[in-house]
């Protein structure tokens, strides 16, 4: 008989505590066979169950009053008796409330050393925070009158920038349009520069011609004064 046939002994004998019939069907369960003797049976793990058939820790969700009775695990029948005794002896407590409470009383101890802490320092910022407003205050009345110079200083500083960079912004714009005047002269003569070469150039091609029509000249007078000569020579010796 088994751990799982105990426990069902258990829930059956506190339903029906005068059932006779199934105490003689539990002996004749017990008794085995030789072979069945033989075989070591392994001890299979029951887990609690706080209902039948539960399929969660509690129908509530909440951690039960008692954990339940041990039922011990023999050889021979069961004994109401001894298993009363037995379970009264090994009656299991929950020490996860105890856990809880002693835990609950640290934490609210560190708690409460936390708050004083937390007061503390919130003392301590809100002193901190009333002395930059009193010193804040102090620079304040203590530079104004330094300030109020250096803006006014930096404001005359800044006016006479003004005028500064109109200046130059006036002669940028002056400087520009006497650059466009240059470029637009520099064009001008590169054109009359181009024409007056277009113009040598024709004249040196005239004057060419003219120096070879001169040069035909000559040969042609120098030719005519040969024959003139020659022919007077001739004339006077005949």
């Given at each position: 008989?088994d751990?799982?046939?105990?426990?069902?002994v258990?829930d059956?004998h506190?339903?029906?505590?005068?059932?006779?019939?199934?105490?003689e069907?539990?002996?004749?369960?017990e008794?085995?066979s030789?072979?069945e003797?033989?075989?070591?049976?392994k001890p299979?793990?029951?887990?609690?169950?706080?209902?039948?058939?539960?399929?969660?820790?509690?129908?509530?969700?909440?951690?039960?009053?008692?954990?339940?009775?041990l039922i011990?695990?023999?050889?021979?029948?069961?004994d109401?008796?001894?298993?009363?005794?037995?379970?009264?002896?090994n009656?299991?407590?929950?020490?996860?409330?105890?856990?809880?409470?002693?835990?609950?009383?640290?934490?609210?101890?560190?708690?409460?050393e936390?708050?004083?802490?937390i007061?503390?320092?919130?003392?301590?910022?809100?002193?901190?925070?009333?002395l930059?407003a009193?010193l804040?205050?102090l620079m304040?009345a203590?530079i104004?009158?330094?300030?109020?110079?250096?803006?006014?200083?930096l404001t005359?500083?800044?006016i006479?920038?003004?005028?500064?960079?109109?200046?130059?912004s006036?002669?940028?714009?002056?400087?520009?349009?006497?650059?466009?005047?240059?470029?637009?002269?520099?064009?001008?003569?590169?054109?009359?520069?181009?024409?007056?070469?277009?113009r040598?150039?024709?004249l040196?091609y005239?004057?060419?011609?003219?120096i070879?029509?001169?040069?035909?000249?000559?040969?042609?007078?120098?030719?005519?004064?040969?024959?003139?000569?020659?022919?007077?020579?001739?004339?006077?010796h005949?």
């Amino acid at each position: 008989m088994d751990l799982i046939d105990l426990y069902h002994v258990h829930d059956h004998h506190v339903a029906f505590p005068d059932d006779d019939f199934f105490d003689e069907k539990l002996m004749q369960n017990e008794v085995e066979s030789p072979k069945e003797s033989t075989k070591m049976k392994k001890p299979r793990f029951v887990p609690w169950e706080p209902y039948k058939a539960a399929p969660s820790a509690d129908r509530k969700g909440e951690a039960p009053q008692e954990l339940p009775k041990l039922i011990p695990y023999g050889g021979g029948l069961v004994d109401e008796n001894s298993n009363k005794h037995i379970s009264e002896a090994n009656l299991l407590v929950d020490a996860r409330r105890f856990r809880a409470k002693l835990n609950e009383d640290c934490e609210s101890e560190q708690v409460l050393e936390l708050k004083k802490q937390i007061d503390e320092v919130k003392s301590q910022l809100e002193l901190e925070r009333k002395l930059n407003a009193e010193l804040k205050r102090l620079m304040v009345a203590t530079i104004s009158d330094e300030l109020q110079g250096q803006v006014q200083a930096l404001t005359e500083d800044k006016i006479r920038l003004a005028h500064r960079v109109q200046e130059f912004s006036e002669k940028l714009c002056h400087e520009d349009e006497q650059l466009d005047q240059l470029k637009i002269d520099r064009d001008v003569w590169k054109c009359k520069f181009l024409a007056q070469s277009i113009r040598t150039d024709e004249l040196s091609y005239r004057a060419e011609v003219l120096i070879g029509m001169l040069r035909e000249a000559q040969r042609i007078v120098k030719n005519a004064w040969y024959v003139n000569f020659t022919y007077l020579y001739f004339s006077a010796h005949c």
